[in-house]
Structure formats: C-alpha cells, structure tokens
C-alpha cells in the first residue's frame, strides 16, 4: 500500500523546533527578503517604491525614505502590511504561523495562547489575520472550471442546532421539526464550488438559494456543474451543463455526476467545527466566511508540504496590506 502523503518526510519540511532556534537577525532577514522581494530583498520605502532610504539608529530596525521633497516618512519590515504595528518579535510570528498550519483542522486560540504564552486576545486577532491572508488567496481566483475541468457545488448549514431535551419523553414532534428545520435562526449555509481536480471557494450566505448567482458567475462557462438534486440549483441550466446526483439513491451516479470533491471539503470544515473551534455561525456570516476560507485553503494546498505552508503564509501576510477589521480589534474605536 502507499504511503500516506502526511506520513512521507515530504509532508515535513519544517519544524516550530527550526523556527525557534532561529537568531533575532534569521528571523528578521526572512522577513526583510519576503517583504521586499520586488527588489531582490533590500529595502525600499513601501510609501513612494523610492530605493533611496537609510537605516535609523533603532530597535528594532527602521528606515527612512531619503525622498525628503514629497515623502520622507518612516517605515519598519512590517508597516503596511497585515503584521502592521507588531508588538511581538519577528520569530514568534513565524513560530505562529508554523503551529497554524501544522494543525490541518485548525488552531483554537485558546491552545495558541498557552504554546506562545500570549494572550488569548493577541492569538484571536493574529489566527484572524491569518485567515484574512488565507481568505485573500482563495478568493483571489476569479473562476474556477473550464472544458476539461468540471465544477462540484454544494451546500451545507452551520450552527442553529436545537438543544435537546433532558427528558426523552419531552422528545415529541416538535423538537425533531425543529431540529430538522434549523434553517431558520443563527443558521448560516456555507456553499462551495470545488474543481474537481484543484481549487475550491466557499461562500457563507443566509441560504443555499443567495449562492446561485454568485456561482454563476465565479464558475468558467462551458464548464460542466455537477449538483445533487436542491431545486434551487435548477436555474444554473440557463448558463451550464449539468449533471445531477440524486444522494437519496447513491453516492456516484452511473454516469459518472458525483460531488464527492465537495463533501471532502466539508468533511473537513465540520470536524474542525466540532473538533477545534465549536461554534463558527452566527456572526453575521463574516466570521464564519473567515472559517470557511481557512479550510478551503487547507483543503486546496492539502498535498504540500509544511514547509510550503509556511511559506506561502509567511508570503500573504507581507504582502497583504494593513487589516481594515482586524489591526486594533481590541482597541476602543475613536469617533470620527
Ligand atoms: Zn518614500
């Protein structure tokens, strides 16, 4: 039998072990080659892109732009970008970034708190920074299919479970109707269209319905859309071949309409649901959007190594601009 790709040392390329053996400086070149990387790794104000700049007698380590006439302003390795106004050294944000993405289901912040010693708040807002760099990637394709590549979409509910009642005998009816219709309150649907053979994108929407438009339009034309049978998903004929599977019956239909891809992506969504975070719905859909896109990213890179990851995170993070939601979340907003 083959090996696992998780079991192969492929799958591990990097270690928090590595990351925290790192020197001050280390970790700070990792950061000053990715940040700056559109001039070969030198620094260069992030301001006006002009290259002429010095280096301020600081720590930790600030330049400033020599353009005196029209900018002048300071930077560090971080400004503008979504690690803007650090407060922790550079090398625990790698190490950060290295314990989030060994954990394929995810990372409570409770449990990054206590391996990084900081505060539940910090971990909270930094995972979310994180996931707003995941989100970037995965949203940042603009349609997924083609001739030769078919597109499964499904959709899913999160949250508004109906708490059971201690007494079995107070099991009646109305408890079961509810349970089974918990579509109505603090309910989000999570709809996903996936590639078969690559990239998913999920979407968190009131219901599976206010997805259809939206998958009309991310999804390549031509390309064949395979559905199980919701009727709300008729109306995406008008645009796109399709292929229907009817679950009630089997998994795989014989001519091939499945959307087993779709279900994958779920399968991991919901353990890292029950497993990790515990409630992702009912915050006016943003963050569960944010959970959603975490594992779409998890699930689109699910065959690289840790390494890779690590990288690529590393990459959005300092490349991304300042957080508009998440930079001073915790502080009190001032009036303008
Ligand atoms: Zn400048």
């Not at 353009?67 to 503008?80: A, E, I, L």
Request: aromatic share 8%; net charge positive; glycine share 6%.
């Amino acid at each position: 039998m083959t090996q696992h790709f998780l079991i192969s040392p492929a799958a591990r390329t990097l270690s928090v072990r590595q990351v925290a053996r790192m020197t001050d400086e280390e970790a700070f070149d990792i950061f000053r080659t990715i940040r700056f990387a559109a001039n070969g790794g030198e620094p260069f104000c992030p301001h006006c892109g002009c290259p002429k700049i010095y280096q301020l007698n600081e720590t930790p380590i600030r330049w400033k732009c020599a353009d005196y006439r029209d900018c002048g302003k300071k930077f560090s390795v971080t400004s503008g970008t979504l690690f803007h106004s650090r407060k922790l050294p550079i090398r625990d944000y790698l190490a950060v970034i290295a314990l989030f993405v060994n954990g394929v289901k995810g990372v409570a912040a409770l449990h990054l708190s206590r391996d990084m010693n900081i505060h539940f708040k910090s971990a909270f807002v930094l995972l979310h920074k994180l996931r707003e760099a995941m989100g970037a990637e995965v949203h940042g394709v603009d349609q997924l299919g083609g001739p030769d590549e078919p597109v499964e979409i499904d959709g899913t509910y999160i949250g508004g479970d109906v708490r059971a009642p201690n007494q079995e005998a107070d099991k009646q009816q109305d408890w079961w109707k509810a349970r089974k219709g918990k579509t109505e309150k603090n309910t989000v649907s999570i709809v996903v269209a996936r590639e078969r053979t690559g990239r998913a994108i999920p979407w968190a929407v009131p219901s599976e319905r206010d997805a259809v438009e939206i998958i009309r339009a991310h999804v390549a034309p031509g390309t064949t859309i395979h559905a199980d049978q919701g009727q709300h998903w008729n109306s995406l004929r008008r645009t796109h071949p399709m292929m229907r599977v009817n679950h009630q019956i089997e998994k795989r239909a014989d001519n091939g309409a499945n959307i087993n891809q779709a279900e994958s992506y779920y399968a991991r969504l919901k353990r890292a649901e029950f497993g990790i975070y515990h409630r992702i719905a009912g915050h006016k859909n943003s963050k569960t959007q944010a959970y959603a896109d975490e594992m779409a990213w998890r699930e689109n890179r699910r065959r690289q190594a840790n390494g890779t990851h690590w990288t690529a995170i590393t990459t959005l993070a300092l490349t991304l601009p300042k957080s508009i939601r998440w930079a001073g979340y915790w502080h009190p907003r001032v009036a303008v």
